[in-house]
């Protein structure tokens, strides 16, 4: 079964790109784990990053982007168990 965003997330943190970067960041950030509301769906993440992080452009893009990949993998290891 395919693990929450968060722990999906963090696991991403040896890469290098900004998926790498915003999982290293979601790893440090004090009290962060799945069951946190700012991690449930891309507009909390999205909403987190603006008002706690003054996040930039491209950390909201990394975001999305990670989001989407993330629902990916969900999308298909759920196909895989029907």
Known sequence: MTDCF????VRQSNRKSPLGD???DA???RGA?????HFTSPEAA????RLH????????????????AY???ANRERA???
């Open 6 to 9: 968060w722990s999906w997330l």
């Open 22 to 24: 915003l999982a290293r």
């Open 27 to 29: 790893k440090s950030e």
């Open 33 to 37: 784990r799945c069951c946190k509301p």
């Open 46 to 49: 999205e909403s987190h990053l």
């Open 53 to 68: 992080h003054h996040a930039c452009g491209g950390a909201l893009r990394a975001m999305a982007n990670a989001w989407r």
């Open 71 to 73: 629902s990916r993998v």
């Open 80 to 82: 895989t168990h029907l």
